[in-house]
């Protein structure tokens, strides 16, 4: 069986939706298409668990992934999801086993691109497997975290991909916040600070991982007080409990970012995050810590 056969050259998303997507299709249409397209990626997957084991680059890359991304986009689109969800657990075995294939070469960091993103339709379209599937991928995201920062290649493939991911979990699951926070927070700062910020490349992975910092704040922060209330603010009387976040992410890196932050373009999305980190340095940082956050915030907005 080869269920793209025929579609060399054509858009894999149109294909997709072409099997899928359209209510005449039907649950018999539906189920054929899935069960075909599983069939050929376990035979793809099958054939390169020996590469998987040696670390050399499997010879079927470009199939397994077409057919990897198909998967995904057939999770995605699919009108008949309860057809479809019969099926997700098998889906997430293959996805997930190609994560954890510890190999990091550029073929590699390819497969783990779209099993990631497959994982991420999963998520979105059938929340009933997000606890098995976040105890797994969850740890894996802060590896390829650290990893990214030993390996550029890594951070182009894998980075906006792991903050996408993680942006869908706390839609779901957004008492995972505070832990994404201090675990996944302070390699993310990092990795800003030390090169992602200097190359005009990852301008849509800043965007993506203020997008994940805005979610993750807003589901841990209270709101700022008015300015009413600001005038006669007690700071040890009305201070907030803290999350000890100042001891995830240094006062002294915390001032790094900041000044990294506001020296990006107005179309990185910066503008929109910035009151939510003067908010987190409102609650968790020292007083003239957290007026120089209002002040770069202010300065980003009027220059």
């Known amino acids: 069986m080869d269920v793209l056969l025929g579609t060399a050259g054509k858009s894999i998303t149109d294909v997709v939706k072409a099997k899928v997507h359209n209510n005449s299709i039907g649950e018999e249409g539906t189920r054929e298409w899935t069960e075909n397209l599983l069939a050929d990626l376990n035979l793809q997957f099958t054939a390169a668990k020996n590469n998987f084991i040696s670390g050399v680059d499997p010879v079927n890359e470009n199939e397994l992934g077409t057919l990897l991304s198909a998967s995904g986009l057939t999770i995605r689109y699919a009108v008949e999801t309860l057809i479809v969800k019969e099926y997700v ?43 098995g599937l976040t105890e797994i991928v969850l740890p894996w995201t802060l590896d390829v975290l650290k990893q990214c920062q030993q390996d550029e290649l890594t951070t182009q493939l894998l980075f906006r991909t792991v903050c996408e991911f993680l942006n869908v979990l706390l839609q779901i699951q957004p ?24 190359s005009t490349n990852h301008l849509q992975d800043i965007t993506e991982w203020i997008t994940l910092i805005y979610v993750v704040l807003d589901n841990i922060l209270s709101p700022l007080p008015s300015a009413r209330q600001l005038m006669s603010y007690s700071r040890e009387a009305s201070k907030p409990t803290s999350i000890n976040f100042t001891a995830a992410v240094p006062v002294n890196t915390w ?44 300065e980003y907005i009027l220059s």
């Open 89 to 131: 657990e098998q889906f997430q075995e293959i996805f997930v086993q190609i994560l954890q294939v510890p190999h990091w070469s550029k073929a590699y960091l390819g497969l783990k691109m779209v099993a990631l993103r497959g994982c991420t339709r999963l998520l979105e379209s059938f929340e009933v497997v997000n606890v």
């Open 175 to 198: 008492t995972l916040a505070t832990s994404i926070l201090i675990k996944h927070f302070p390699v993310i700062v990092e990795l800003h600070t030390s090169y992602v910020k200097f």
């Open 255 to 298: 001032q790094l970012l900041v000044s990294a932050l506001k020296d990006l373009p107005m179309n990185s999305s910066v503008a929109t995050v910035m009151p939510s980190l003067y908010k987190l340095a409102f609650q968790e940082c020292p007083q003239n810590i957290a007026q120089n956050t209002f002040n770069a915030f202010l």
